[in-house]
Nanobody, 128 residues
Framework: QVQPVESGGGSVQAGGSLRLSCVAP????????VGWYRQERGKGREGVAA???????TYTDAVKGRFTLSADNATSTLYLLMNSLKPEDTATYYC??????????????????????WGQGTQVTVSS
């Protein structure tokens, strides 16, 4: 059973920054399709950023220029650096790892295609 583990959430004021981390014990994250998603209370889950095994990154338009996805190969940790946070970024953030998706499909596909095993999530709250 693949179980990603997220951390790094918290409460910040608008304009602040947070860095989320994701690890999946036993799995080298950089070898798979891994993504960050978020879900506001009462709404559906939406894709935020994803990276394929070739290192190509996809961002949703709402976070382009503010969020940066990166990976530490030595520790097999995926990071999501979130700058210039806005109240509308408030959500539970989830890490997803898809073991089967090809690198091509992990870039050309849809956010739904990228979905795989989910972590428990980490809460991000941005106050105005």
């Amino acid at each position: 059973q693949v179980q990603p583990v997220e951390s790094g959430g918290g409460s910040v004021q608008a304009g602040g920054s947070l860095r989320l981390s994701c690890v999946a014990p036993g799995y080298g994250l950089r070898n798979y399709c891994v993504g960050w998603y978020r879900q506001e209370r009462g709404k559906g889950r939406e894709g935020v950023a994803a990276i394929n095994a070739d290192g190509r990154i996809t961002y949703t338009d709402a976070v382009k220029g503010r969020f940066t996805l990166s990976a530490d190969n030595a520790t097999s940790t995926l990071y999501l650096l979130m700058n210039s946070l806005k109240p509308e970024d408030t959500a539970t953030y989830y890490c997803s790892i898809n073991l089967a998706l090809s690198s091509y499909d992990c870039y050309a596909g849809s956010w739904h295609d990228f979905e795989g095993y989910w972590g428990q999530g980490t809460q991000v709250t941005v106050s105005s």
